[in-house]
């Protein structure tokens, strides 16, 4: 059962233009959303997140925006570089506070070409 | 400097042994965690520890065990390995108060079964 899923397994973009990485989650218990970026043979390292109470999250070049409504949640890259290339986890956190579970995706393995 | 660091990086091991694989983390954190990545990709957690104690126990086999002798350690050894073993274990470490959960990750141990 999956409570977190990323329908794209891969995504191709040419340098320069946006990325639109997404995230389905089904538990509406979920208070916060974290976006994870993995370069092969290394650990996932932390991007951005956002609060369930908040519609839009920027950091830079990374913006997540939230739709609780639908329970979508999506990362636009913008503009995207070739060094943005890997692989993108969604994960939720459900409960506890601050020692609550993070819930992973599947991952999108994201491309961009020069 | 390594804020995660795991050994081994890779395990090659037969079936029925039993292997130990190692944590640390530098950065002053009073959590942490193992995940495994099997072959469909889906980062799942397995365990928690805080502050040494056992926090979060997903169903796991009992064949493995996390050992914490101190805060900045989370062993996990695994008993009588079996194929469906074979994956990628992940540890990572978070702290308490972080409002998010963000948590740090480690470069992984691929462990592959014979």
């Known amino acids: 059962d999956q409570q977190v899923k990323q329908n794209s397994p891969s995504l191709s973009v040419q340098e320069g233009r946006i990325s639109i990485l997404n995230c389905d989650y089904t538990?509406?218990?979920?208070?916060?959303f974290l976006w994870y970026k993995k370069y092969p043979a290394e650990g996932p390292t932390f991007l951005i997140s956002i609060s369930s109470i908040k519609d839009k999250n920027e950091d830079g070049r990374f913006t997540v925006f939230l739709n609780k409504s639908a329970k979508h949640l999506s990362l636009h890259i913008v503009p995207s570089q070739p060094g943005d290339s890997a692989v993108y986890f969604c994960a939720a956190k459900y409960g506890g506070g601050s020692q609550g579970n993070l819930i992973f995706g599947k991952g999108t393995k994201l491309s961009v070409k020069p | 400097d390594t804020a995660v660091s795991q050994t081994p990086k890779y395990l090659v091991t037969q079936m029925g042994n039993d292997k130990s694989i190692k944590c640390e983390q530098n950065l002053g954190h009073d959590t942490m965690y193992w995940y495994k990545q099997d072959s469909k990709k889906f980062l799942k957690i397995m365990f928690s520890?805080?502050?040494?104690?056992?926090?979060i126990n997903e169903t796991v086999p009992n064949r493995f065990s996390p050992k914490s002798p101190d805060k900045a350690h989370l062993n996990l050894h695994i008993n009588s390995l079996e194929l469906g073993d074979s994956a990628v274990y992940f540890c990572?470490?978070?702290?308490?108060?972080?409002?998010?959960?963000?948590?740090?990750f480690g470069p992984g141990t691929r462990l592959t079964v014979l």
């Open positions: 520890y805080n502050n040494k104690e056992l926090i």
């Open positions: 990572a470490s978070s702290l308490l108060g972080a409002i998010y959960n963000e948590q740090f």
């Open positions: 538990n509406s218990m979920f208070d916060y």
